[in-house]
């Protein structure tokens, strides 16, 4: 194989490198994407759930897909996953077509649904004994346990785990067969902000060891923290398709605000430096504009003479969620 | 054979722990066999009741663990997403409609050594036919029941899944000639009766074991029933 190129050893592919060290693997895998999606489209009657999708996905990277609901996420990450036939486009999942080559693909992937998928009769342990034997070079159902953190919880059955194992369980079997890309349909919904965190680290370290991940989540906070792309889509197609920092850089500068009275987004409009207002409901209201500073001086001064409390003033760039909802119009979640 | 060897072995589990399922599949067949042993109640031509009685709760045990038990049992699996995940993984449909089929026939093999048993120890019952061929036709009969059950899990939805194989099983018990013979139904019925897999299916073992005969007619039906049953289930089958 290659030889071992120290060049190629950058921050970027520093991540690449797996456990063992093995970087031979890592610069043979560098050139080519792990998923290359070029014009996919799929429609349901109607419907167009994905139309004209083009993107690619590193080996290695974390790569998050975001949108409102009924986006097209699912319909996408399901094109991939080999589960529904595409109307017309081209798809390579780690150089297969997962329409006619389901089974070269079926023993690289781990996948974990958005909810359910586990016999609810069945325990942790009895479940990650049974998904090893369909994979060459599987992880031990104890390791995993460990790993999760549902070593006390391994002779439960399923539907009397919380919400949160459930999910942790539904990681830990996604990863059985050591994936080299592995689809993670909102992994930590149902979890408290302790398992949660416990799961980033984990997911990290899926991505330090050499994964390639694609992740679907409703917690901009997760996408932020997890993705080291961040692709946002609407109606079927691809908004933007970018770093996480880059994202909100590209974003205008804003000031935001809440406030317990209820105001007309035209209204702040009349302000001379506001460009555009939204509010995003519960009280809550962004202004876009060029000059920040000249913008908070007409604002408190608006805001004193109508005799209006202003509360949590801040101004600076976008906020992921600003950035989703700038060009989704919808809620994160809805 | 490990993937097949494994999903057969957690099929196994999950059929034992059903309980509503295993009461009905396991004791409904015994219950029916002492009861009906104990009053005598047989059609007129058959000398000695067990005769009657036993090829009659086979089937009937069959039944119920294929059709019934595996049709509700999979089409949950269904409606929970459990196939959908298990289709990402590298355990093919035809393993896992094998290993369905295999849960049925081990735990089916269990019920009929207790029937056996309850048979001869309680009720003095001795096989006079060719016990190979008997054997043989409690594997088609399975594999058919087993294929029907997939079938109507493959079809239906979960809950009308349910309502049909419970359906279908008071159907088959009282025309399909598991209680009472179906030639000996009145008119019309009885010609339908004989047709259906549950009759051609107890009609051999009654014939192989009571009066040492082949019965080609009904291994014929039964088998083409088997056929058609495990071909439909197999491509209606749905991972979701």
């Known amino acids: ?334 | 054979m490990q993937p097949l060897i494994a999903q057969t072995k957690m099929e196994i589990r999950l059929t034992m722990r059903r309980f509503e399922a295993v009461l009905i599949t396991m004791i409904v067949p015994v219950i029916l066999l002492i009861f009906f042993g104990l009053i005598g109640l047989a059609p007129d031509d058959y000398s000695r009741p067990i005769d009657f009685l036993l090829p009659s709760m086979l089937v009937l045990a069959v039944m119920s663990t294929g059709l019934v038990g595996l049709s509700i049992r999979t089409a949950y699996e269904r409606s929970y997403g459990v196939l959908k995940r298990l289709g990402s993984t590298p355990l093919s449909r035809s393993n896992l409609l094998l290993a369905k089929v295999n849960s049925v026939i081990l735990v089916t093999l269990g019920q009929i050594v207790v029937l056996i048993l309850i048979a001869t120890l309680g009720f003095g019952w001795r096989p006079e036919g060719n016990l190979l061929l008997a054997g043989l036709v409690l594997v088609i009969g399975t594999a058919t029941f087993a294929g029907l059950g997939l079938l109507l899990a493959g079809v239906l939805r979960a809950e009308t899944t349910l309502a049909a194989a419970n359906t279908l099983y008071i159907f088959l018990l009282l025309f399909g000639g598991i209680i009472w013979p179906a030639d000996r139904l009145p008119g019309g019925i009885s010609f339908i009766g004989e047709l259906l897999p549950s009759a051609a299916f107890s009609t051999a073992m009654r014939e192989i074991l009571a009066n040492g005969e082949t019965a080609v007619t009904p291994i014929i039906i039964l088998s083409l029933w088997g056929i058609a049953g495990i071909i439909l289930a197999s491509r209606t089958f749905r991972w979701e």
Do not use: C
């Open chain 1, 1 to 334: 194989m290659a030889s071992i190129n120290p060049a190629a050893q950058s921050i970027e592919s520093r991540r690449l490198v797996g456990a063992n060290g093995s970087t031979e693997a890592v610069t043979a895998r560098e050139s080519v994407a792990a998923v290359s999606i070029s014009d996919l489209r799929k429609s349901y009657g109607d419907l167009d759930a994905v139309d004209g999708l083009s993107f690619d996905i590193k080996q290695g990277e974390i790569f998050a897909l975001l949108g409102p609901n009924g986006a097209g996420k699912t319909t996408t990450l399901e094109i991939l996953e080999g589960y529904r036939k595409r109307d017309s486009g081209e798809v390579n999942v780690l150089g297969f077509d997962p329409q006619h080559d389901a089974d070269s693909i079926k023993p690289l992937i781990g996948v974990m649904l958005q909810s359910g998928g586990i016999y609810p009769s069945v325990t942790p342990f009895e479940l990650l004994d049974l998904l090893r034997n369909f994979y060459p070079n599987a992880r031990k159902p104890e390791e995993l346990l460990e790993l999760v953190g549902l070593a006390d919880s391994a002779g439960t059955h399923y539907r009397h785990l919380s919400g949160g194992q459930q999910r942790r369980l539904a990681l830990a079997a996604a990863i059985v067969g050591r994936p080299k890309l592995l689809f993670l349909d909102e992994p930590t919904s149902a979890m408290d902000p302790q398992a949660r965190r416990a799961t980033w680290d984990l997911i990290e370290d899926q991505r330090n060891q050499g994964t390639t991940i694609i992740l679907t989540t409703h917690f901009m906070e997760e996408a932020e923290r997890l993705a080291d792309r961040i692709a946002i889509m609407d109606h079927g197609r691809l908004l933007t398709l970018e770093e996480p920092a880059t994202l909100r850089r590209n974003g205008g500068s804003t000031v935001r605000f809440s406030s317990p009275a209820s105001i007309e987004p035209a209204e702040l409009e009349q302000l001379s430096s506001a460009v555009s207002v939204r509010s995003t409901g519960q009280g809550q209201y962004i202004i876009e504009t060029e000059n920040p500073i000249v913008l908070l001086d007409e604002l408190t001064t608006w805001a004193r003479t109508k005799d209006i409390l202003i509360d949590d003033l801040r101004a600076g760039h976008e906020t992921l969620e600003d950035v989703f909802l700038r060009l989704t119009g919808h809620q994160v979640r809805e």
